[in-house]
């Protein structure tokens, strides 16, 4: 079954700076990979997803995303973060073939300060 | 166009109490998906339900439970209340059962329960 781990559980990070949001899967079967972002007192949102092709992903917001099967990592990125980017980040895998269901890491908080 | 809702938005329960929560989908979707998530973690998946039959369960105990309905709306009950069930449940829909795979999962706002 996939696993997901998120190394870090709070980002602080100035407005307009740059940011990285890691996400080590581990997988023996295709690799379905997924960020979502939760607003405070929202629900989830998918941000960007990598099913296969090219291992650069852009999402909405301006965010990417590099899948790197070599580092088993998917990594979120962003160039330049604005106050609205303040959210819980989690990254997704599905839970085994045939469960459609979705494993999800522990999160990542990421605090924009002005 | 109306996205997934639920209700309540927030409710209070103690313990050994039962709690029912209700999720209508987005129109047209037919797989509703429940998972909790307790402060500071993960959503955890409880339950998939397609075309109002149980495609799916997560680790839970049998306490917990749900349904789906003709109009694809669905309901979670959870019996004799633990402390630990404390956490936002969250109903997400899907047009179909293997949606989720591929990520296409619209979730809802969430129930936040409280239990004392």
């Known amino acids: 079954a996939q696993s997901v781990t998120q190394l870090d559980s709070q980002v602080p990070v100035f407005e307009e700076a740059p940011v990285e949001l890691r996400c080590n899967y581990s997988s023996s079967v295709s690799v379905y990979l997924f960020w979502y972002v939760q607003y405070p007192n929202q629900g989830l949102q998918l941000l960007l997803k990598?099913?296969?092709?090219?291992?650069l992903v852009k999402g909405i917001n301006g965010f990417e995303a590099e899948f790197n099967k070599s580092q088993t990592s998917f990594h979120l990125r962003k160039p330049s973060v604005h106050i609205s980017d303040t959210a819980e980040y989690f990254c997704?895998?599905?839970?085994?073939?045939?469960?459609?269901?979705?494993?999800f890491g522990s999160g990542t908080r990421l605090q924009v300060q002005p | 166009d109306a996205g997934v809702t639920q209700s309540p938005t927030h409710l209070i329960k103690t313990r050994g109490q039962q709690v029912t929560l209700r999720c209508s989908p987005i129109?047209?979707?037919?797989?509703v998906s429940w998972y909790q998530q307790v402060l500071g973690q993960g959503p955890q998946f409880i339950f998939q339900?397609?075309?109002?039959?149980?495609?799916g369960r997560g680790n839970f105990p049998d306490r917990f439970s749900a349904r789906q309905f003709p109009n694809y709306s669905s309901e979670l009950n959870v019996n004799a209340l633990l402390l630990g069930d404390s956490a936002l449940y969250l109903c997400?829909?899907?047009?179909?059962?293997?949606?989720?795979?591929?990520?296409?999962?619209?979730f809802g706002e969430g129930s936040r329960l409280t239990v004392l």
């Open positions: 997400a829909s899907s047009l179909s059962q293997g949606a989720p795979n591929t990520g296409e999962l619209f």
């Open positions: 997704a895998a599905p839970r085994n073939t045939g469960r459609r269901a979705l494993t």
């Open positions: 990598y099913l296969s092709g090219s291992t």
């Open positions: 129109s047209g979707h037919k797989s």
């Open positions: 339900y397609y075309e109002k039959e149980e495609r």
